[in-house]
């Protein structure tokens, strides 16, 4: 009898335990990978990238039933507004967990459009700080709707994921939205985003096929937005920070000798500021290894480090140079002013920044501390 009144109290217990009924499903969300922001006649544009649901359990190889991704788009006075309608038209309710980058045009830049937008986001309790931040002069739909080469899954596109490409070239360096508020927060409240384009660079047997492209970097400040640098104007960037993996330079060692390309790895900087009355000029300490793998004719260790440094030197003061075209501290010489001798540089700031021109980096002294040739001599393999 007894054993009959337990299972009668298990059981009635049991009916007030808490269920799952209030839990959505899985596979009956929406999963947003990306977001896109444009701006048109005084109103934000709204660009949700929607990815689906086996692209997310399948990372390797997306599904060949179903688009990769559908991109959705709204207009509204703030980013908010444009999200709702957005919402009125989804089947299923949308999960934000997963969102890993936000792509601005270049009018989003413009006129402090986009912090509200990075607001928004920062706000938000199902967002994260790591969402990766890029700017475009494409059309914004356009590069959401790239797919990756191999038609791999877009979770594991190098927008969604920019750290596995620049292991072996950090080109351009990716940021997140904490990069973002940290470089806005901080002397010179100017921060780099990366710059995307769109490529056909690949192809296959039927078609040329298109592919996100790495080519500068925008620059945002808290006035609004600065300007773009591309391609060589922007190449001087990756050697003035420690964050970069590898690099290249490409010389020849007289005028009459074939190309060379070397990769720079092991990059160490350090920047001296050196203060005399109210005049400051700054020291570039940089450090590297180099590899050459393949070259013709015969050449010294010596030859080759002086090239090597003379070809960094270059493109660090042509793209401080572009920069102060911009009227931008590219290298952000400003904090270094700031963490070395705060004194002078409240003297000195306007807005966060300090005076600069084209002889502001005094000095450039760039170290091979390692040379390697890819193979015993620094003579080529095969003789002609």
């Known amino acids: 009898m007894k054993l009959y009144f337990k299972l009668l109290t298990i059981i009635g ?49 997306s599904s060949t039933d179903v688009a990769p991704a559908e991109v959705g788009r709204a207009t509204g006075k703030t980013i908010e507004e444009a999200i709702y309608k957005l ?38 309790r199902d967002t994260r700080y790591q969402i990766w931040v890029y700017c475009t002069k494409n059309p914004v739909n356009e590069v959401l709707l790239v797919t990756p080469i191999l038609r791999n899954s877009l979770s594991s596109s190098k927008l ?3 750290i596995n490409p620049t292991e072996q070239e950090t080109f351009i360096e990716p940021k997140d939205l904490r990069d ?28 040329q096929v298109e592919e996100t492209y790495f080519s ?29 993996k590898r690099g290249e330079i490409t010389f020849q060692i007289n005028a009459n000798s074939d ?25 570039v300490e940089l450090k590297i290894n180099a590899t050459i793998n393949g070259f013709s004719g015969k050449t010294s260790e010596q030859e080759l480090k002086h090239q090597i440094t003379t070809e960094i030197k270059k493109e660090i003061q042509q793209t401080f140079h572009e ?17 070395d001798n705060v004194k002078t540089w409240k003297k000195l700031e306007k807005d966060g920044k300090i005076p600069l021109d084209e002889n502001s980096i005094s000095k450039i002294n760039v170290e091979v501390a390692k040379i390697n040739p890819g193979r015993k001599t620094f003579s080529e393999t095969v003789q002609e």
């Not at 596979?27 to 922001?37: E, K, L, P, S, W």
């Open 13 to 61: 217990l049991t009916t007030l335990l808490a269920g799952c009924l209030d839990m959505t499903e899985p596979q009956r969300m929406y999963y947003i990978n990306a977001v896109g922001v444009d701006f048109e006649e005084n109103e934000y544009v709204v660009y949700l990238q929607i990815i689906n649901f086996a692209d997310v359990a399948k990372s390797i190889q």
């Open 87 to 124: 919402y009125r038209s989804l089947d299923q309710e949308v999960f934000w967990g997963h969102m890993r980058y936000l792509v601005f045009s270049e009018r989003a830049m413009e006129n402090e459009h986009i912090i509200p937008v990075i607001d928004t986001f920062i706000r938000f």
């Open 160 to 162: 969604s994921n920019p």
């Open 323 to 339: 920069g102060l075209k911009l009227d931008v501290d590219i290298f952000r010489l400003s904090e270094f002013l700031y963490r």
């Open 216 to 244: 500068g970097f925008g620059v945002l400040s808290k006035d609004g937005f600065k300007g773009f640098l591309q391609d060589n104007a922007a190449r001087g960037n990756q050697w003035m920070h420690n964050r970069t």
């Open 259 to 283: 190309s060379l390309t070397a990769s720079i790895e092991k990059i160490h900087i350090d920047v001296k500021p050196l203060v005399k009355k109210e005049n400051v000029t700054f020291e």
């Open 180 to 207: 973002i508020i940290i470089g806005l927060n901080e002397p010179s409240h100017e921060v780099t985003i990366p710059y995307v384009s769109i490529k056909e660079d690949w192809q296959t047997a039927e078609e």
